[in-house]
């Protein structure tokens, strides 16, 4: 059984390893689908733990929006309903996290930064035959690769969205025009709602000022667009930015490093690695 088929029908089980390592693409035949592809709402027994080498991967959950772009892991709970769509996505890998083993992870969907470590460690492990029982040696690999998830940083790429109809109204648009200039008295007004009700609403559902989800919705946009492959100078045209080298120093203040680093940082040998060298060891 290859190992997409039998991520494929694990992910439905509780029982057996408590992490299994798979690899994916955008071919027809892969039980891992990549490319351009949507998956409606839907939900799994066992957590997942994913990563895309190219493209870009949107997650919708109850708790808002969640974008991956390459060379970052994102995670799915057990249970948790979701909505994805990948575009661009030609390879990648996952893991999916018995309930048991998942009670380590947050409890949240979430993405993080992916070590050396948890990379050559998921190369090994989509490369064994026989993923449902273990061997010693494997299960300690496996407790490893557990430990560097539970321990990766977390990063910036959340987007809480309101469930209030109106201020999910003036979310989407705000979502949709990033580079519109209107204040937030003019939204609250554009939304049927006042201005003081608007602040106070989007702190409660969302966690964040109207200011402060206003710049998280334009970086989630810029990843989008960086991802894949607009320039930086029609993303801050985009954005509404008076200057790239705003946009790129807003970029910096946000993630610590500019848009060309960040898209590399992670990257590893190239963007193939996963996949080649474990059909080339399965070879």
């Keep these: 059984m290859r190992n997409e088929d039998l991520a494929a029908d694990c992910i439905e089980r509780a029982d057996g ?50 974008l991956l772009p390459p060379h970052r892991a994102g995670w799915i709970p057990p249970g948790e309903p979701h909505w994805v769509h990948m575009v661009g996505a030609q390879s990648g890998w ?4 018995a309930p048991e083993a998942a009670r380590h992870l947050p409890d949240h969907p979430a993405v993080f930064g992916i070590s050396e470590v948890m990379r050559a460690l998921v190369r090994r492990a989509v490369c064994w035959e026989e ?16 430990d560097e998830m539970v321990q990766a940083p977390q990063e ?17 648009a705000l ?12 939204w609250a007004a554009w939304g049927g709602v006042s201005p003081r009700s608007l602040r106070r609403m989007m702190l409660a559902e969302t966690g964040m000022s109207f200011g402060a989800w206003r710049q998280q919705a334009g970086l989630v946009r810029a990843l989008e667009m960086l991802a894949l492959g607009q ?11 008076a200057s790239p080298s705003n946009f790129i120093a807003m970029f910096r203040r946000a993630f610590g490093e500019t848009p060309a680093r960040y ?16 059909g080339t060891r399965r070879g």
């Design 175 to 186: 979502f949709d025009a990033p580079d519109d200039p209107r204040g937030l008295e003019a």
């Design 94 to 97: 996952g893991v999916i996290v």
């Design 131 to 146: 993923k449902v029982h273990l061997q010693p040696a494997q299960e300690r690999l496996m407790e490893v690769l557990l």
């Design 156 to 172: 910036r790429l959340h987007l809480p969205m309101p469930r209030e109809e109106r201020l999910a109204r003036i979310a989407r």
């Design 231 to 241: 320039p930086v100078a029609v993303v801050s045209d985009a954005l509404g930015y």
């Design 17 to 66: 390893a408590p992490l299994i390592a798979f690899a994916g693409s955008d071919t027809p035949e892969s039980r891992y689908r990549l490319g351009t592809v949507q998956y409606d709402w839907h939900s799994h027994v066992r957590g997942q733990v994913f990563c895309v080498e190219s493209g870009l991967v949107h997650v919708r959950t109850a708790h808002g929006s969640w």
């Design 263 to 278: 898209f590399t940082k992670g990257r590893g040998k190239d963007g193939d690695t996963v996949l080649r060298e474990a």
